[in-house]
């Protein structure tokens, strides 16, 4: 079976571009969550996805939107890029959303930098 | 709102050592999940071992096991017979509701051969 898969792994972008990560999650899973992870604040949670619906949302600017597709494929979207965004982006996928048996499973994520 | 706390920013073993790496989280929940997650240098986070709660008994995964205090708010993760692949850097985190982890700052650990 295939794991969680994200495209593109590494990605250099400009003070106010735009930028589309995709997250393609195990075959059958239909949760997503994303993560921004950087040295200074650490992992941190983006939002989370399941079937179609935006079920949580971390503390992120409206800059970062994201949505899910009816396959369960998630795409994350930050606009006005700035400085700060420079991380790497994590998606992982589950069967479910936050049930007692559920384990979530990481993609190898999305290098962003913006210069 | 739940922080999770790694006051260990960096640990060493010695291959076919123990270590011991240390978390403690805050929260007023009774019910979440515990878990210890792995981010090789490749980067892809992988699931080490995780904890119900509501469980008395200490989660143990091979050579992963932990030391889980409710009361104290602590969750300590224990690797015995350290082996290089072991060297990584460990994340501790806590889930209530829904998806959303709640991670510690991580703890990077060096297996010396």
Not at chain 1, 55 to 76: D, L, T
Request: glycine residues 8%.
């Amino acid at each position: 079976k295939a794991g969680v898969t994200q495209t593109p792994r590494y990605l250099i972008k400009t003070r106010g571009q735009q930028v589309t990560l995709s997250c393609s999650p195990i075959s059958g899973h239909r949760s997503v969550s994303w993560y921004q992870q950087t040295p200074g604040q650490g992992l941190q949670f983006l939002f989370e996805y399941f079937s179609e619906t935006q079920r949580n949302k971390g503390n992120f600017p409206g800059r970062f939107s994201g949505r899910q597709f009816s396959n369960s494929r998630s795409e994350m979207n930050v606009s006005t890029l700035e400085l700060g965004d420079s991380a790497l982006y994590l998606c992982a996928s589950s069967l479910v959303q936050g049930s007692d048996t559920n384990e979530q499973f990481f993609g190898p994520g999305t290098r962003l930098t913006v210069l | 709102a739940q922080t999770v706390t790694q006051s260990q920013p960096e640990m060493s073993v010695q291959e076919a050592e123990t270590v011991t790496l240390s978390c403690t989280y805050d929260t007023s929940e009774s019910d979440y999940y515990l878990f210890w997650y792995k981010q090789p240098p490749s980067r892809q986070m992988i699931l080490v071992i995780r904890q119900e709660a509501y469980k008395q008994q200490n989660a143990t995964e091979n050579r992963f096991s932990v030391n889980f205090q409710k009361a104290a708010k602590s969750f300590s993760l224990k690797i015995s017979d350290s082996q290089l692949g072991d060297a990584a850097m460990y994340f501790c985190a806590y889930r209530r509701y829904g998806n959303k982890l709640v991670f510690g700052a991580g703890t990077i650990l060096r297996v010396k051969s």
